[in-house]
């Protein structure tokens, strides 16, 4: 058996445990403890330790045996919770991650954060401690209160060794009423709130599910009090072979509370487990969506072939290549949802920070989140981290302000920092947003002025909050670990679009800042209009074209530097010519006979001519870098129905590199009008 594959299902479990476990930390109520909190922040400590001793992982075992104990003192109330421990306990948990994160790697932890980390839950142990009550086979029995639920746990083929061991870890669910030992069979009364199925998810760890049986001997009790049952002389003897589970009688009391066998509940939640939820590699799903990209593409193949065909010739098969399309559609969409992820998978990842943040800058902020439930692919959602994290870290340190600031201003003592997500059409918008000072127009123009950007007084407002996406900008009046270096808003635009999305800024000085990033849902298919040039077709994204339209000559004016403008309603737009861009042979000039298509790239319009508008479909996107290079003015490219490779445009560098070929080609002394000052540049 290949252990590997168990290694990897355990540092999966792990990483969930402690991201609940961070989730959980966080939202505590440090003055009023919710009892199911605690309960389940010590479980999931607990599985990790199980699991950790199970493959040998000393440092991790260690680590999570200390936090266990003071999660249990504090579950039992043994224990008064402050921010500081709490702290701690996220300190410990970041430890943990990183000890999971190196065992998976097949390296050793650093034993240095490791002692460091120990010797500070050992400190926290030492202070308040309380005796605690253990069970053992020396206690006399103890009545039972009104109410009181008690579980009949028998582990048999055992060895004695283990049973004080066993003993410990039952007693952690609650209090031990009663035990019972021989050579091999293990018998304990436990009193317990905790489901039969808790108990048993950590035995596993220890015992097998024929091994262990648990039984609810009694639900409420009258102040009687349970006594050991002795064992039979012959019993032992063969409790080293129990009974099947498939021919052991029911019991009436079974048969009531609905306790089966433990293999038998065992086999019921193993089952619905895989009918609920399967863990698959992402590397699996891409090959499945890849392979149903190349289904669509053979089935829009078979479509074009089909086209040409007699209808009444052809009609059965006219019909079939329809029902194929509709299945290919449906099989599609369904893969393709197999990758979207929802948006709490990026959201869980900020309230720690907003937590350790604020609290290093002084300041109350409150994080809320809207539309977790969102979906966007995966794939997206591990590239747009980065970028969020930063802007959520602009927001705390340059947006939200002080309380004592935010009191002066007359607004409440803490912050709302607002991350918030939903669907537009076939994009996902993200909203960051927060209540604090916004920007201030005067202090961005004289920065930019210092930095040499070319600024006036005359700019919009949109126009100035767009500068702090300028490279190297900076309003921070010193460097701190946390920002003032100029290096972060340029990156997060670049990277947004790189990703096929625009960022915009909105902002309401004295009232807050609003970050706002466009993304396609996704970037495996693609929604498109595909259009030629000459005996080339290009694939254009839907979503960058605003409208399309013939110009006549009169609305072509020339500009000063070689290039040409259309003024379409009053505005005067930038023209791209596609032939121009990629040296195509053959291709229409005449603007009267082409098509222009008004294009948006960050954020502006600019004019794209093309010789015709082919048709709107989806393409299946594949990266031209990974079989060829990287193209200027190219994103990526598809396969269409006919077998042959298109284009997919990038609208942002297509902009640019039109404007590096204006400024390459020789100026022409014509009457033209300086238009520099109002296209797009």
């Known amino acids: 058996m290949d252990i590997s594959d168990l290694y990897q299902t355990f540092f999966d479990e792990a990483d969930e445990l402690l991201d609940d476990m961070e989730r959980l930390l966080i939202n505590l109520d440090i003055a009023a403890p919710d009892d199911e909190d605690l309960n389940a922040i010590f479980r999931a400590a607990h599985s990790i330790k199980g699991g950790a001793g199970t493959f040998g992982f000393a440092y991790l075992q260690d680590t999570t045996h200390l936090l266990e104990n003071l999660l249990d003192r504090a579950r039992h109330h043994e224990l008064t919770l402050d921010r500081d421990m709490v702290d701690v306990f996220l300190q410990t948990r970041d430890l943990l991650k990183a000890q999971v994160a190196c065992y998976r790697e097949q390296d050793t932890p650093d034993e240095a954060a490791y002692e460091r980390i120990c010797a ?12 605690q009550v253990q ?4 206690e006399p029995a103890q009545p039972l209160a009104e109410g009181t639920r008690v579980l009949e746990i028998t582990i048999c083929s055992v060895a004695a060794g283990e049973h004080d061991v066993l003993v410990e870890e039952l007693g952690l669910f609650g209090d031990i009423v009663a035990r019972e030992s021989s050579a091999d069979r293990l018998t304990v009364h436990l009193r317990s709130d905790e489901s039969e199925a808790n108990i048993e998810s950590v035995l596993c760890f220890v015992v097998d599910a024929d091994q262990l049986s648990i039984v ?3 639900d409420q009790g009258a102040g009687t009090a349970l006594e050991p049952t002795p064992v039979p002389a012959g019993e032992a003897a063969s409790a080293s072979a129990p009974e099947p589970a498939a021919t052991r009688p029911a019991s009436a009391g079974d048969a009531a509370s609905g306790n089966e066998p433990a293999a038998a509940r065992s086999d019921k939640r193993t089952a619905a487990t895989e009918t609920s939820s399967l863990r698959v590699s992402t590397e699996k799903v891409d090959r499945i969506i890849n392979l149903v990209g190349e289904l669509v593409i053979t089935q829009s193949m078979l479509e074009q ?4 065909l007699d209808p009444e010739l052809a009609a059965r098969l006219a019909e079939g290549m329809s029902q194929l399309q509709r299945n290919a559609r449906d099989l599609q969409e369904a893969v393709m949802s197999v990758r979207m992820t929802p948006m709490d998978y990026v ?6 920070l907003v937590r350790d943040l604020s609290s290093k800058l002084g300041k109350q902020v409150e994080l809320e989140t809207l539309g977790a439930s969102t979906e966007l692919d995966k794939g997206l959602i591990e590239r747009i981290m980065d970028p969020l994290t930063h802007l959520v870290r602009n927001s705390l340190d340059h947006g939200i302000e002080t309380p004592e600031a935010r009191e002066a201003a007359g607004k409440p003592r803490t912050g709302t920092l607002t991350l918030a997500a939903r669907h537009q059409g076939g994009n996902i918008l993200i909203e960051i947003r927060d209540d604090g000072a916004g920007l ?8 930019a002025r210092q930095n040499g950007l070319p600024v006036s007084d005359a700019m919009s407002d949109d126009e100035v909050w767009q500068l702090i ?3 190297g900008f900076s309003t921070a009046a010193a460097v701190t670990d946390v920002s003032g270096r100029g290096v972060g808003m340029d990156v997060v635009k670049r990277n947004i679009q790189q990703l096929g999305g625009h960022v915009d800024l909105a902002c309401e000085p004295g009232a807050g800042t609003t970050v706002r990033i466009v993304l396609p849902l996704t970037l495996a298919i693609m929604d498109s209009m595909s259009v030629r040039v000459g005996a080339e077709v290009f694939i254009m994204p839907l979503g960058a074209i605003m409208e399309s339209m013939q110009v006549k000559s009169e609305q072509v004016k020339p500009v000063a530097g070689g290039g040409r403008v259309i003024h379409v309603r009053g505005e005067y737009l930038a023209l791209v010519e596609l032939h121009r861009v990629f040296d195509v042979p053959n291709a229409e000039t005449d603007l009267a006979r082409g098509i222009v298509m008004v294009v948006q790239s960050e954020g502006r319009p600019f004019a794209l001519f093309v010789d015709e508008l082919i048709g709107q479909h989806q393409v299946v996107v594949k990266n031209l870098e990974t079989h060829y290079r ?3 003015g190219v994103s990526a490219a598809t396969i269409l129905g006919d077998g042959s490779v298109a284009l997919i445009l990038d609208v942002l560098a297509l902009s640019r590199l039109s404007r590096q070929r204006q400024k390459t080609e020789t100026r022409v002394d014509t009457p033209s009008v300086n238009l520099e000052q109002e296209i797009v540049s």
């Open 347 to 352: 959201f869980s990842r900020f309230p720690r």
């Open 305 to 308: 072939t089909t086209a040409g």
């Open 440 to 447: 201030n127009r005067e202090r961005l123009l004289a920065k």
């Open 135 to 138: 069970g053992s086979a020396a």
């Open 120 to 131: 500070t839950l050992r400190q926290l142990a030492a202070q308040d401690a309380a005796p």
């Open 630 to 632: 990287k193209v200027p």
């Open 469 to 471: 996406f300028a490279p």
């Open 216 to 218: 609810a001997v009694t």
